[in-house]
């Protein structure tokens, strides 16, 4: 398939169907911030800092390294669909409230991170190493990371 040929996708993104006509070479992260996501940071673009992160299926992927054509039927969240009525959502009140929200850049993707780790089930509340190791593969530049913690502690 010729890159410059745009096919067209269908998908929901924050509950909201969307037909979508794109290059197949476009990752995921491109196509939404094309569509007004800016809650999708383009960081590093080769999946090191977490930044792209949202859901697709419930699943928290690296949306910089995730071609948009395979979103095909699927469902995908950004931190913009977190909010129910203009309220936030449990996770990101409980980055607001502990101050786990510094300059902002990283914030939407561990909000989508732990969005899906707190999803995951378990029987015992989370140690302070399982929450760092749940959210390895976001990184913070202000190294507020204690807060973080904080807020997902805050939210069992």
Not at 27 to 56: D, F, H, N, P, Y
Not at 136 to 142: E, F, K, T
């Amino acid at each position: 398939m010729n890159a410059k040929t745009l096919t067209t996708i269908d998908c929901h993104i924050n509950g909201i169907h969307r037909q979508l006509t794109l290059s197949p070479a476009m990752s995921l992260a491109e196509v939404l911030r094309a569509e007004g996501l800016l809650s999708v940071k383009l960081g590093c673009q080769v999946g090191e800092c977490g930044a792209c992160t949202v859901l697709v299926d419930d699943t928290a992927i690296d949306s910089c390294l995730y071609l948009a054509i395979w979103a095909q039927n699927k469902t995908i969240r950004t931190v913009e669909g977190e909010l129910a009525n203009g309220v936030a959502s449990k996770i990101q009140q409980a980055y607001a409230n502990t101050g786990a929200v510094q300059c902002g850049f990283c914030t939407p993707g561990l909000i989508m991170a732990t969005t899906a780790f707190l999803a995951k089930p378990r029987t015992k509340p989370l140690t302070i190493k399982q929450i760092r190791h749940g959210l390895a593969g976001n990184l913070c530049r202000c190294t507020g990371y204690q807060m973080i913690v904080d807020a997902i502690q805050h939210c069992e």
